[in-house]
């Protein structure tokens, strides 16, 4: 049995011998199996839903979704890795949450991490993800500028206080992660769906007489003008 033809826009379906273009809106008619799923609230067609719009799974991992959650879960166990190595006055390792104690600001990473989970797994359907490229960099942002602070400008110790300090392996595993989190935020989504060339719409106070033989063949449509000329 060959398939429905039906327009793309308001759905209404012909035969696939009936006709080429839709007599309300003068689109191109397309097979009914190829036409994206569309929305139905009550009985009333709302329209097709476009491929940017659907929900998707909880846990999809397209589009860079998958990335972004494991690098902010990776984020996240980083913080707790050793993140400095105090040698002098005092001999200590302080992991992420000690030596943010001693510098409030290193508890940036740790929120950009925490927060860029629930921002991601929000995001169900391609448009939302796109719209979160930017929130997702900035606090990706955050991390990798914390960390790059302490690389840049480690602390100074003097004679009466001397402070050697050694970073350790968190601290440069968190800005790499960092880094990668804002390259693959500006990816999150994929790119929006290339739009078709649309028809021509249907004019103004045009007939369905003139769509049908707008439709016909050469032929049929010098029949029809012969009779014309006869009337």
Partial sequence: MRALMACPFCREM?????????????????????LPPAAVVGDELQGPVARDDIKLPLFYRGHARGVLLSL??????????????????????????????????MWSPLVAWFVTVP???SRRTLNKMRGARFAIAFLASMSAIASLTRILCPPQGTRLDPHVVE?????????VL??????????????????????????????????????????????KRKKRGAR
């Fill in 167 to 175: 970073w350790g392996a968190g601290l440069y595993v968190n800005f």
């Fill in 72 to 105: 902010s879960v990776l984020g996240l166990a980083a913080f707790f890795l050793p993140w400095a190595h105090e040698l002098a006055p005092e001999r200590q390792t302080m992991n992420g949450p000690a030596l943010a104690q001693k510098l409030g600001t």
């Fill in 178 to 223: 960092s880094v990668a989190a804002i390259v693959f935020a500006f990816r999150f989504g994929g790119q929006p769906e290339p739009q078709p060339a649309t028809q021509r719409a249907a004019r103004p106070g045009r007939s369905h007489e003139g769509d049908e033989e707008a439709a016909a063949s050469p032929a049929a449509r010098k029949k």
């Fill in 119 to 121: 921002v991601v797994l």
């Fill in 14 to 34: 012909f035969q696939p011998t009936e006709r080429r273009t839709c007599p309300t809106c003068g689109l191109a008619l397309k097979r009914i199996d190829d």
